[in-house]
């Protein structure tokens, strides 16, 4: 994975894509119905996943990582501008707009947990103040070995989360009787192939999500999903489909809180800037009901 990693950040650090124009705000007219409201004006997706907010969130500079709050009215994204550092955007919804709030060099991926009182960055963390998020804060000491990308918690406080290796493994954290665990790895059902990592978690753990390059894939990293069993074990691995992966970077997915959307990124690295490509897709979280097994 760190050869791919380097690369991604050698390409997002120095790009020399031409910037566009992109809205600032969108304000929602009468005609839009209350769910395209929570998702910035846009129609949802069927079983097909389609560009996310194109002018808005996907441009045609590079945009991965794209997350929205347990809440739904505030939505996470890393965006890289000609010239710039890859910076965090994040646009709120108040009083029918859809309106910037954030937009600050990139610290980590961004996951916001389920109270939505924490956002995690990898092996950093900041907290929801009454004035905005608090400044940046470490990890327990149990994870200062590990060089986190993702780190996503469940509803009962699982950590889950991977690191920047060539293979890479996936690990988790339970919070017992208040108690924070030592890291554990995930068995072979996971752990299998190279660039292993971006996990995510369902809330109430029944199924993990993460990507990974493995044989017979589609090409470069799929997505890979694994279904609890009822005695507690996981499920072997499930490629996602042709639907979702592709012969670019498919990665970091997330299922947005109300069950109803999964998200996730396409990163195509090019010999010439030009030809390299990042942007934020969206589909319906039916999708994964039709890969559990009967």
Known sequence: MKNHIIKFSTLIFIMFLCACNTKKEKKLGDDSSAEENLFLGQKPPGLTPKLFAPDIVSTNNLEIEGVFSPSMDEFYFTRQVKGEVPKTHAIRYENGIWKKFMEEPRSGEVFISTDDKTMYLGNKYRERTDSGWSEEKKLDSLFEQFSIMRLTVSAYGTYVFDEREEIGTIRHSRLIDGKREAPKAYGKEI????????????????????????????????????????DGSWGTAINMGKEINSDMVDAFGSVTSDGKYFFFHRVKLGEKFTESYANIFWVDAKIIETLRPD
């Open 191 to 230: 752990n299998t192939g190279k660039m292993i990592g971006h996990p995510f978690i369902a809330p109430d753990e029944s199924y993990l999500i993460w990507d990974s390059d493995r044989e017979n894939g589609y090409g470069n990293s799929d997505l890979y999903i694994s279904f609890r069993q009822e």
